[in-house]
């Protein structure tokens, strides 16, 4: 309201109720006198000038640009570039992050089967699938029955497992035995 | 909303016709430079950011959805373009003391009186760059180009009692700042 006062945009009712006011506060008053000077301030200025002829020249030196196909700055992206690459790089970064983190921390993210064999050696577990020697340790055991109890836990082993890698983890010998007891549904 | 002859023209410019563009530019060349001109003092400078609006216009007019009127549109990228040259200047100044010799070399042999316009306007301008972005923007459009509020509130998308908020901070702000430099 202040600002349409000092400009004089006050209808002569909305200008009577502004002057009560004024008159009745002196922070208002300071204000008001604050925004004269601002404007009296922006009045004062220099009009600033163009060269002569720049307004008639700017088309033909603009095309110049244009259809020189000059190589613009960064901002010559595409709007719906810059709308989306933002987003893409926050997205790439993520992943990357994500996969790093895969990458050291694989057990988080695999089966049971996975950290199973990331606590033995490669040779022992096709021994432990094979029967020849006993599970290292208990945890491991019980990881590997887990594993294979599919109707009670709902673990789809190959949703994280492919073939190939069991069978590059485990031997060949040692899936076909996994696959048996998957059938069982049981290790014994 | 868009004149009708405008939303012609930029069809016939997506057609193919470069002289729908050309129309367009030879329409708002002079609004924009003003505009630009206002947040970036030097002639030169702003004449760089015109061209640059008006070649992004070029660039992304097949993406103009007609949303908007086609000034508030290119109004928008003018405004845009023109802060993100102020951020990189107030960059550039922490690693430079060499503008502010300059610009005082070249006030030496002016008279007087216009010599302390010149120092006013320079001090406005401060007063100006000084506003947060926002008020900046509705300052510029409000004052210099005396533009409506609802008008500035399409450009800015916005509401109009925070612009009308925002426009008196702005004067408040730039009449605190006079003061104190008297």
Redesign the interface.
């Known amino acids: 309201m202040l600002i349409d006062y000092a400009e004089g945009m006050l209808t002569s009712e909305q200008r009577e109720e502004a002057d009560r006011l004024l008159a009745l506060s002196p922070e208002l008053r300071e204000e008001l006198e604050i925004i004269r000077s601002a404007f009296s301030g922006l009045q004062e200025t220099v009009q600033d000038t163009v060269p002569e002829f720049y307004f008639s020249t700017f088309l033909p030196r603009l095309r110049q640009q244009i259809d020189s196909g000059k190589e613009f700055s960064g901002w010559s992206i595409p709007y719906f570039v810059e709308s989306v690459f933002r987003p893409v790089v926050a997205l790439s970064i993520v992943f990357v992050m994500f996969t790093a983190y895969q990458a050291f921390h694989p057990e988080t993210l695999q089966s049971p089967v996975y950290a199973l064999i990331n606590d033995c050696a490669q040779e022992e577990i096709s021994d432990v699938v094979n029967g020849v020697v006993a599970f290292p340790t208990v945890e491991s055991e019980n990881l590997f029955e887990t594993t294979l109890d599919l109707e009670s836990f709902g673990i789809d082993l190959f949703q994280t497992q492919s073939e190939s890698e069991l069978t590059a983890l485990l031997g060949e010998q040692g899936l076909e035995q996994v696959m048996q007891n998957l059938e069982n549904s049981s290790i014994d | 909303m868009n004149h009708p002859d405008e939303l012609q023209l930029i069809e016939d410019f997506n057609n193919g016709n470069e002289q729908a563009y050309?129309q367009l530019?030879?329409r708002y060349?002079?609004k924009i430079?003003w505009i630009v001109?206002r947040m970036i003092?030097d002639?030169d400078e702003a004449?760089d950011i015109?061209?640059?609006v008006?070649?992004?216009a070029?660039?992304?007019l097949s993406?103009f959805k007609g949303d908007s009127s086609f000034y508030t549109w290119i109004y928008r990228i003018a405004i845009n373009?023109s802060l993100?040259e102020i951020r990189r200047k107030k960059i550039r100044r922490t690693f430079s003391i060499d503008e502010g010799i300059h610009q005082f070399e070249s006030h030496d042999a002016l008279p007087l009186e216009?010599l302390e316009?010149?120092e006013?306007?320079k001090?406005?301008q401060e007063a100006i760059e000084r506003l947060p972005d926002k008020q900046k923007k509705v300052f510029l459009l409000r004052?210099y180009e005396e533009l409506p509020y609802d008008e500035i509130a399409k450009i800015l998308k916005t509401s109009v009692g925070g612009l009308?908020a925002n426009?008196?901070h702005a004067?408040?702000k730039?009449?605190?700042y006079?003061?104190h430099e008297k």
């Open positions: 050309n530019v030879l060349k002079e430079y001109r003092p002639h004449d015109t061209q640059n008006f070649i992004k070029y660039q992304s993406s373009l993100n216009l316009k010149k006013r306007t001090q406005i004052y009308k426009y008196f004067v408040k730039i009449g605190v006079l003061k």
